[in-house]
């Protein structure tokens, strides 16, 4: 926040407060007269001569300490005004000055009985109400200071550094909307404002109005280009709508103005952090550390930093010294939790993410992430509800859907009524978690099922459904009740062990199959599918991801190979044509055409994308490989998945290492498809 004090006095003019005899008054009189032509020495002269004629002369001392005041003088200011309030502590003015000289040298303590006593004084002494409402401004007690800031404004409407002040008080007391309209009131009286500005950008921050944010620091950055600060809260702006390359663009225009500040260097290791720059992050994370050593915010995300590096131990180490300093420290639990996570240490991590919760209680992150970790340990009764809050998790890719029926989460019987299921995420989760259409059906509801286009012919297939809708296209028929694909599970209060349709409930077009066996041919030799990487624009990528040539290095000859993928990048088509990988991208359409080529496969091996869904919902012998933290669905320690009989599933031993897991799938390959080698020609 940006806090400014005026220095409210009256003009020079009016300090003289009693008569004095002849000779005193005229040098008094002399020394303001020379005071405003420009001549402070003459004045200090004059006064010097009056004190020493009369030492006990009130309005000598006060108007030397009014000169101190306009020189910066402030413990000059502060001794000469003790001395004139000694002479007469009555002029309400003098300790209104008193308080300004404490303000301005940073003791607002002592400021604040200083204003107190001019206004027990004079309730109306101009500059006694706005200084204390500054002072306990400073003081951190906000509504106090929203109460004597008004009361200034009551004697005075158009004193901007009150309006300013008043603002800033409400901010601080999360009263954004009288904030705002404080703020605009003093740029309505001056519209260079460059404070109000910014701090009425904070507000709207605040209140999610971020693009009027940004146009109140780029308005601020017009008026001050070199502000370093505005370029600060317009990277904060930038953060709260994603826009984190914008972001860090403005933390390091703040940087290169004036560098070593703390914010912008933590700051901009946020940025970076979410730009996926881990390294980068952890240098301005460490820079800004050096600044301040104890700052709990920023060591809780430089381990944020760190375990996205892979670095465990050392985030471990920063989230301990974290919470030493601030045992409440939410975000440090949280990164603690992850950490947790990472290692497959649920029971810890859960523990870690419910202390976050029960500091925090309206966390979405830590509420989704306790029920990431029941999930995961196969607890679905405790971990499905909680799944529930992804719709409030920041930057989470889905809207909740608004529509007049009723959201069924299982509350009502369906027998004769009208459901619409919709889509909510990925393909692979449309296709999972679209099994339940056909357990509705059977409890006598009517099915409409809502997907994304690629899946609109293929779900045809579906049993239970009674109309497939493509999500965007044309008007919804008429339902009775709503529920999104992912939040079936609960409604159904799904366990492990209840999980339906386990076998294929999904298949090809028998036209798109005869298509397929036309372009492919006769069988020569055993035939697999392979998903080596998803996409590259998934978060975890790096983690369920892996190259082309590490896959084909795990596959022995005398397979026919097929690229399952329709986007595949430029540095794997090397390895590919060097195995004669068959490359059918160019060929697939929608999802239809997937499930028609993975038909006449005899086995898929794919790492987590929705090809792997796709091939256990048509039952095809499919191969999943995970990465050691894999999503909830995939349970942990268990080679096989309540979701899909005909999936193997292949788990990283260790983070971010797939020798294990290759070296599986070249021994279960020699095992159980490879022919033997006296077949090979």
């Not at 830590?366 to 529930?388: H, I, N, V, Y």
Request: charged share 20%; glycine share 6%.
């Amino acid at each position: 926040m940006h806090n400014r004090t005026e220095v409210v006095q009256g003009s020079i003019s009016q300090t003289l407060v009693r008569p004095t005899t002849e000779q005193i008054d005229a040098l008094i009189d002399e020394a303001v007269d020379a005071l405003n032509r420009g001549d402070p020495d003459r004045s200090r002269q004059c006064l010097d001569n009056v004190l020493a004629a009369d030492g006990q002369q009130f309005d000598a001392w006060n108007l030397l300490a009014v000169m101190a005041l306009q020189q910066r003088d402030f413990p000059r200011a502060i001794d000469l005004l003790r001395r004139a309030i000694d002479i007469d502590p009555d002029v309400a003015m003098a300790h209104v000055n008193l308080g300004v000289a404490w303000m301005e040298s940073g003791h607002p303590d002592k400021a604040r009985p200083a204003f107190e006593q001019a206004l027990a004084l004079d309730p109306q002494e101009p500059g006694a109400a706005l200084g204390l409402g500054v002072s306990l401004l400073a003081l951190k007690q906000w509504d106090a200071a929203a109460t004597y800031l008004g009361q200034a404004l009551a004697q005075d409407p158009a004193n901007v550094e009150a309006h300013f002040n008043r603002g800033n008080a409400f901010n601080e007391l999360a009263r954004h909307e009288e904030a705002i309209a404080c703020y605009d009131r003093a740029l309505a009286l001056q519209a260079t404002h460059v404070g109000a500005l910014l701090n009425r950008a904070h507000a709207c921050l605040a209140l999610k109005r971020h693009e009027e944010a940004i146009r109140n620091c780029k308005q601020a950055n017009a008026l001050q280009p070199n502000r370093a600060s505005a370029f600060v809260v317009l990277g904060d702006a930038c953060m709260a709508i994603n826009a984190h390359a914008e972001a860090l663009a403005s933390y390091d225009r703040a940087l290169a103005i004036q560098p070593g500040q703390f914010a912008p260097l933590i700051n901009r290791g946020n940025a970076l952090l979410k730009l996926g720059r881990a390294p980068e992050a952890i240098t301005s994370f460490e820079q800004g550390l050096g600044l301040k050593p104890s700052h709990a915010t920023a060591l809780s995300n430089l381990a944020g930093a760190l375990r996205e590096a892979e670095r465990w131990d050392e985030a471990w180490t920063r989230c301990e010294q974290a919470l030493a300093i601030e045992p409440s420290h939410a975000g440090a639990h949280m990164n603690k939790g992850n950490v947790l996570l990472d290692q497959a240490n649920l029971s810890s991590a859960r523990e870690a993410f419910a202390k976050v919760v029960s500091l925090q209680p309206d966390d979405a992150d830590a509420q989704w992430a306790q029920g990431w970790c029941d999930l995961l340990a196969g607890d679905w009764d405790r971990g499905l509800p909680q799944l529930e809050w992804r719709w409030k998790k920041p930057g989470f890719t889905s809207t909740a859907r608004q529509f007049s029926k009723p959201l069924w989460l299982g509350q009502d019987d369906l027998n004769g009524r009208t459901i619409l299921l919709h889509a909510e995420q990925g393909l692979g989760d449309t296709i999972q978690f679209s099994r339940y259409a056909t357990r509705l059906h059977g409890m006598g509801a009517r099915v409409l099922l809502e997907v994304q286009a690629p899946l609109r012919q293929l779900m045809g297939s579906l049993s239970g459904v009674s109309q497939v809708l493509v999500r965007g296209e044309g008007f919804l028929p008429p339902f009775d009740l709503h529920c999104p694909l992912m939040s079936l599970p609960l409604a159904l209060k799904t366990r492990p062990s209840t999980v339906p349709s386990p076998g294929a409930y999904l298949q090809a077009s028998a036209v798109q199959c005869d298509a397929w066996a036309d372009r492919l041919g006769p069988r020569k030799a055993p035939r697999v599918g392979l998903v080596w990487s998803g996409n590259a624009a998934h978060r975890n990528d790096r983690l369920r991801s892996m190259s082309a040539a590490a896959l084909l290095q795990a596959i022995p000859p005398g397979i026919e190979l097929y690229s399952l993928q329709k986007d595949i990048r430029d540095s794997d088509l090397p390895a590919l044509q060097a195995r004669g990988v068959i490359d059918m991208s160019a060929r697939l359409g929608d999802m239809d055409d997937t499930a028609a080529l993975i038909h006449h496969m005899d086995l898929v091996i794919s790492v987590d994308t929705s090809v792997a869904h796709l091939a256990g919902a048509l039952g095809k012998p499919t191969w999943i490989l995970l990465s050691h933290m894999p999503d909830w669905r995939w349970l942990m320690n268990r080679a096989d998945t309540p979701w899909y009989g005909s999936v193997r599933l292949l788990r990283q031993g260790q983070w971010g290492r797939w020798d294990d897991v290759l070296a599986h799938v070249q021994q279960a390959l020699h095992m159980e498809l490879a022919p033997p080698p006296s077949q090979l020609q």
